[in-house]
């Protein structure tokens, strides 16, 4: 039986080609070339629709495309690139994690957030911590640089910082918009759904009892375009 294409690796292809055809469009002047990234963008909407929803998804890609004909900037503001979030390992004296349950799609994770503009990513670390938590947080150290539709919580091409903090006190308060829960948790006892806690859980934990720990990444795919994202980080 041939191996099956898994949804996350669709996604990736979809949105890789769609980042393709924005950014052609952001540069070129030619019509002829306008044609062609168009018509890739449409192609990408096929095959990110069909993952989203299968075959029947395919309604929806007219709307897709619509959408990214209207994020197509121009010259290097219309380069398309990953979007960049922050997110906070914050351990606390017993050696629990910090872990919000997001309002949005129901799966725990680390507190994160949007790199603002105008803010370091330490700061924004900082701001998302106390807004999403309660808890005043200083961060130690990079600790991950992680590709996010990788770890399967974002449909949306982005790299996510992982900054290992400190708490420094605090009242546990979840945002009453963003978070439908919040909790220190033990390594034995994470809740579920836990996103991508299998790529990031043990080298987060690691730095969290105070070991010395290198920045993780993900590994380089052979062959890099065509290599399974879900195999080998």
């Known amino acids: 039986m041939k191996p099956q294409v898994s949804t996350r690796q669709l996604l990736r292809w979809g949105e890789s080609l769609a980042a393709i055809a924005k950014t052609g469009l952001g540069f070129t002047e030619s019509l002829y070339e306008r044609e062609r990234f168009e018509e890739v963008m449409r192609v990408a909407a096929d095959i990110r629709a069909a993952a989203q929803d299968g075959t029947e ?7 897709l ?8 900037g121009k010259g290097i503001p219309g380069y398309v690139t990953p979007k960049v979030a922050v997110g906070a390992a914050v351990g606390n004296e017993k050696g629990e994690i910090l872990l919000v349950k997001r309002a949005d799609s129901g799966v725990w994770l680390y507190p994160t957030g949007w790199a603002d503009v105008g803010y370091s990513a330490a700061e924004v670390v900082v701001k998302e911590v106390e807004e999403e938590t309660g808890i005043q947080a200083e961060p130690v150290r990079l600790i991950a640089v992680l590709d996010g539709l990788r770890l399967g919580f974002t449909r949306i091409p982005l790299y996510s910082l992982v900054f290992h903090c400190r708490s ?10 963003e978070c439908a829960d919040v909790g220190w948790f033990a390594p034995d006892s994470l809740p579920k759904p836990l996103a991508g806690a299998e790529r990031w859980g043990p080298h987060v934990f690691a730095a969290l009892r105070g070991e010395a720990v290198d920045v993780l990444y993900d590994d380089v795919r052979q062959p890099m375009w065509r290599g399974d994202p879900e195999v080998g980080g």
């Open 57 to 63: 998804g395919s309604e929806d890609a007219d709307g």
């Open 65 to 72: 495309v619509e959408e990214w004909m209207s994020e197509v």
């Open 168 to 177: 420094l006190g605090g009242e546990l308060r979840a945002h009453p918009l």
